[in-house]
């Protein structure tokens, strides 16, 4: 047996034909996969040189370095490619599968072998089922066919491979649809309807807008207008006249610093401009009197950030900052003093300024994901704050007065570098929920269970925890208080 697999390989390796593409079985994959990668350059080392070097994690289209967008681009257009023969041929018209595909191409770009195989969950790709078997039957004949005329869109001078997974067929829809009373999703209904008066939310985003429709300003009651997610490159005043519009959702729209135009108005509640190619805060926005929740994040404010336009919005509850490349945080936040929600996540932030404790209203403060080394040693005087989230920063301590937040209810600080549950953690008495996973805590207070009120507390990732020397006395009476334990 072990011959024979050693001769397939042998056959595959050397011995095709001019021209011929090769579809690899299971069997054959797994013999000469290791073979190949020496034979075969990485598709990433051709368009993404630094691919290697890069920081792991999520980035948006925009944050991407040349190499990445080559990357991503390459990726949707084989998909793209792929799923327009599916269509062509009447193939998986009322399927979705999965396919991973191992493509290994001639320096013109034709491919040479092929490995695929089938899924039908994208998180568990099953390769062993009764669909997956009808699937290889209804399937195999046509893909093998397509990839032996299928041209690569790269060419150089050596042999090269390009893995992906990826959804075939008849594909989900990218749009986020609510349904129920009073509520339109489509372009269509919205010009047919004979009873505009009862709409009250119409959601147009990802249809490939380029302006703000005309049907829009036919209903009088609406209140909630989504068009997120389009190609429109500018707001017009007249939307802000619809005279009951409370929320608006413009984000991942290419508006740029010029393209939101508002009419003054004391209806709009919430205005979301995230993704929208903006550098600073638009003036414009004060023109929203009465608005309470104002999100900018996934936009570029490396340059700064202008807190001045906010100041006048003396009603703005909410503001989401979230992956907006920040590298300081303005000292005259703390003017924004009804302010009760702020996030911060995602940016490029090592301290944070003292005033922001003069946000006595605050409730929830979301600033995980940045180069914290400490917090602000006046945090404690924000008294009504209840969900602080801090994960995945450099903190080894809190601030001193940090047991003065009596109506915390929830706090993360995994992902950090604590050698120690912080004593000031322990006084908490309204504390609900404690992430301590993934930092170098060796062991856990015997004190722990004073914490009446706990009904969550997370120590994976720890020597602790890693190490099984957690007291299984100290688990049985946190257990007995109802205090779920991970670890």
Same mark, same amino acid.
């Given at each position: ?244 519009? +409370?929320?608006?959702?413009?984000? +991942? ?21 995230? +993704? ?16 309470? +929740? ?194």
């Amino acid at each position: 047996m072990h011959k024979s697999l050693l001769l397939i390989a042998f056959v595959f390796l050397t011995g095709i034909a001019a021209g011929q593409t090769v579809c690899l079985t299971q069997a054959q994959y797994e013999t000469t996969a290791k073979t190949l990668a020496k034979e075969y350059t990485l598709v990433d080392e051709i368009v993404d040189p630094g691919f290697r070097k890069r920081q792991p994690g999520f980035r948006t289209e925009d944050e991407m370095e040349p190499g990445e967008k080559k990357r991503l681009e390459l990726n949707n257009q084989f998909g793209r490619d792929l799923n327009q023969a599916l269509k062509q041929a009447n193939r998986l018209q009322d399927t979705t599968c999965y396919l991973v595909v191992s493509l290994y191409a001639n320096p013109d770009g034709s491919v040479n072998r092929v490995y695929y195989r089938y899924g039908f969950d994208i998180m568990r790709l099953r390769s062993d089922s009764i669909a997956n078997a009808r699937m290889k039957e209804r399937m195999d004949p046509f893909l093998c066919q397509w990839f032996s005329t299928y041209r690569f869109p790269i060419t150089g001078d050596k042999p090269y491979l390009f893995s992906t997974s990826l959804a075939i067929g008849k594909l989900p829809s990218k749009r986020k649809l609510r349904r129920g009373k009073g509520i339109m999703t489509t372009l269509a209904e919205a010009e047919k309807t004979t009873r505009p008066d009862t709409v009250k939310n119409l959601v147009l985003n990802t249809l490939e807008l380029k302006e703000v429709p005309e049907v829009i300003y036919r209903f009088p009651n609406l209140e909630v207008l989504d068009l997120s997610i389009n190609n429109i490159s500018e707001i017009p005043e007249r939307v802000f006249t619809i005279p009951k519009l +409370s929320q608006l959702n413009v984000s +991942s729209n290419p508006l740029g610093n010029a393209g939101l135009r508002v009419a003054r108005n004391k209806h709009l509640k919430m205005l979301n401009i995230q +993704s929208t190619k903006i550098t600073a805060i638009p003036q414009t926005v004060t023109k929203n009197r009465r608005l309470e +929740s104002l999100w900018v994040g996934l936009n570029d404010f490396s340059a700064g950030l202008n807190t001045a336009p906010l100041r006048r919005m003396r009603r703005l509850k909410d503001l989401n900052l979230y992956r907006a490349r920040l590298n300081e945080l303005p000292g005259a936040i703390s003017r924004l003093k009804r302010l009760e929600v702020l996030d911060l996540y995602y940016n490029n932030l090592r301290v944070l300024p003292e005033r922001l404790c003069r946000l006595k209203r605050l409730q929830q403060l979301a600033i995980s994901n940045n180069k914290l080394n400490e917090l602000p040693q006046n945090l404690g005087r924000m008294r009504k704050l209840q969900v602080l989230y801090t994960h995945h920063n450099f903190l080894g301590n809190l601030p001193a007065n940090f047991e003065k937040l009596y109506y915390l209810r929830i706090l993360g600080i995994s992902h950090n570098v604590f050698a120690t549950v912080p004593e000031s953690v322990l006084k908490l008495p309204n504390l609900e929920e404690l992430d301590l996973s993934h930092n170098r805590l060796t062991d856990l207070p015997t004190n722990l269970p004073q914490l009446n009120t706990l009904k969550k507390l997370y120590v994976r990732g720890n020597p602790v925890s890693e190490e099984k020397t957690v007291s299984t006395i100290l688990i049985k009476q946190l257990e007995s208080n109802k205090t779920e334990v991970f670890y």
